[in-house]
T-cell receptor, first 108, second 115 residues
Framework: DAKTTQPTSMDCAEGRAANLPCNHSTISGNEYVYWYRQIHSQGPQYIIHGLKNNETNEMASLIITEDRKSSTLILPHATLRDTAVYYCIARTGNQFYFGTGTSLTVIP | DAGVTQSPTHLIKTRGQHVTLRCSPISGHKSVSWYQQVLGQGPQFIFQYYEKEERGRGNFPDRFSARQFPNYSSELNVNALLLGDSALYLC??????????????FGPGTRLLVL
């Protein structure tokens, strides 16, 4: 499985867009990129996933570069409830490999 | 619909004891995965079961075992507990559309403390 690298922490002002980057330079052609988040001591929550094309759902947008070596999760209007650890996972087969993620703090 | 449920929510054991953790998947999901999350780290994959067969195993010692029942619920067993087994144990269920595309939905976890 491809390894992913993310910044350790980020801050975002409430109401602004939060852009969380992820590098997955060794990703292979059939590996999906998944994003989850984990609010303190709860189970991880699925956000979005994609393979090649940009994806959008009610929670977020996922932008994947053309070479698929990196992606960005966008929370369009961050709220205090979006404060969490965000994990970018490149997955193939039956395993999800979580790194240490990005701790996003939304500031009032 | 109910999400993934896990029991118990919290557990305290002493070194050397055995523990059994339980998980009920989302209705209609046939696959269950187990993860261990120690403080300050991301979840680490332990096992995945699909249709009662083990489909994957992470880098954990043989003290860790699991099984899946005909109703797709699952148990994780840990023998000879060590202090380092203290962690949040997460269960995730999925209905695999393909091997490559499988969204896992996590339960709230069982927090195990080994003294």
């Amino acid at each position: 499985d491809a390894k992913t690298t993310q910044p350790t922490s980020m801050d975002c002002a409430e109401g602004r867009a939060a852009n969380l980057p992820c590098n997955h330079s060794t990703i292979s052609g059939n590996e999906y990129v998944y994003w989850y988040r984990q609010i303190h001591s709860q189970g991880p929550q699925y956000i979005i996933h994609g393979l090649k094309n940009n994806e959008t759902n009610e929670m977020a947008s996922l932008i994947i570069t053309e070479d698929r070596k990196s992606s960005t999760l966008i929370l369009p209007h961050a709220t205090l409830r979006d404060t969490a650890v965000y994990y970018c996972i490149a997955r193939t087969g039956n395993q999800f490999y979580f790194g240490t993620g990005t701790s996003l703090t939304v500031i009032p | 619909d109910a999400g993934v449920t896990q029991s118990p929510t919290h557990l305290i054991k002493t070194r050397g004891q055995h523990v059994t953790l339980r998980c009920s998947p989302i209705s209609g999901h046939k696959s269950v995965s187990w993860y261990q999350q120690v403080l300050g780290q991301g979840p680490q994959f332990i096992f995945q079961y699909y249709e009662k067969e083990e489909r994957g195993r992470g880098n954990f010692p043989d003290r860790f075992s699991a099984r899946q029942f005909p109703n797709y619920s699952s148990e994780l067993n840990v023998n000879a507990l060590l202090l380092g087994d203290s962690a949040l144990y997460l269960c995730a269920s999925s209905f695999p559309r393909t091997v490559l595309q499988e969204t896992q939905y996590f339960g709230p976890g069982t927090r195990l403390l080994v003294l």
